[in-house]
């Protein structure tokens, strides 16, 4: 019953939701940040409050984000939508809780991790580093600041 209530809770604020507000991340999430990213290249970075490594990779994007308001980046925490106080926490305390994020809301979180990419069996954290024709390289692991600005700098058009 909570369960149903929950999903039926996220179904009803998906469509209002803004920048800053967790939302839903179901099969179809993936298909929509790359519409919102139409031309544009994203970073879409999975992880979870019980992995260390991706609270150090959090802190560097919380770095980041600071030095670059429009940073492209797209947050999915693979924790479950009970999880939503202490995964808002978390992104505030890293500088991310006005980024795009989101939690998997699926009971068989593999199904989610399935249509991000076949091959991801779940290890955390995980990131995608989307081109402008949303071609992924995918990095298991920390990602370092100077990789993510290397990245940056790559796919974006010069000024």
Do not use: N
């Not at 940073?71 to 925490?77: G, R």
């Amino acid at each position: 019953m909570k369960r149903h209530f929950l999903a039926l809770l996220f179904a009803c604020v998906a469509g209002t939701a803004i920048a800053g507000e967790l939302r839903p991340f179901t099969a179809d999430t993936l298909t929509e940040i790359k519409a919102q990213y139409a031309g544009r290249p994203f970073m879409l970075t999975l992880w979870s409050l019980t992995c260390h490594h991706c609270a150090k990779e959090l802190q560097t994007l919380g770095r980041l984000a600071r030095k670059d308001k429009t940073l492209p980046l797209a947050i999915v925490s693979t924790d479950t939508p009970a999880d939503a106080q202490d995964i808002q926490a978390a992104l505030k305390r890293f500088g991310l809780d006005h980024l795009d994020t989101w939690v998997f809301a699926d009971a068989v979180p593999e199904r989610l991790r399935r249509g991000i990419d076949p091959v991801w069996r779940g290890e955390l954290p995980r990131s995608y580093l989307f081109d402008t024709a949303h071609r992924a390289q995918a990095h298991s692991g920390m990602l370092d600041e100077k990789r993510i600005a290397e990245w940056l700098g790559a796919s974006r058009p010069v000024k």
